[in-house]
């Protein structure tokens, strides 16, 4: 029980470092069916410039990053919970603190080809307090060996 109690004080301190979100920030609306179109009308939205990139011709072993840049439209903080991508050669890094409304901020994407060949495609799944809760990002490249 003690170190239940010590790690929620934890999270709590982290999360106020962090950028100090209220619990009013945070909505999940995959789990609340049949939401509110005022609720709707509240909440954070992420506007992407572009959910998809092309590296284009690319040499096995380069790493390649890309920036995806985004806008919060909506009219609460947006928070993003997590980026994860498909593959282990893939890696991103959100925001970890709170964007409020009318703030840009990117997610950076980066792309290791040592392992790849030929045509390859990457998702990067964004989980965040918006609706719909999850936005799919996507990579690709045309990995050649060197000869």
Do not use: W
């Amino acid at each position: 029980m003690i170190i239940t109690l010590l790690g929620c004080v934890g999270c709590r301190k982290k999360a106020a470092e962090e950028g100090d979100f209220k619990v009013s920030d945070v909505h999940n609306p995959k789990t609340a069916e049949g939401i509110s179109d005022k609720a709707n009308k509240n909440m954070p939205v992420i506007t992407f410039e572009t959910t998809t990139y092309d590296f284009g011709e690319v040499v096995q072993g380069e790493k390649l990053t890309y920036s995806f840049k985004f806008k919060n439209t909506g009219k609460s903080n947006l928070i993003i919970y997590s980026s994860e991508a498909t593959c282990g050669c893939t890696t991103s890094t959100p925001p970890k603190a709170p964007i409020r409304p009318g703030e840009e901020g990117e997610i950076t994407v980066t792309f290791d080809s040592k392992s790849q060949n030929g045509k390859v495609s990457k998702r990067i799944l964004v989980a965040a307090n918006t609706y719909p809760s999850e936005n799919i990002l996507t990579i690709t490249a045309n990995v050649s060996k060197i000869q």
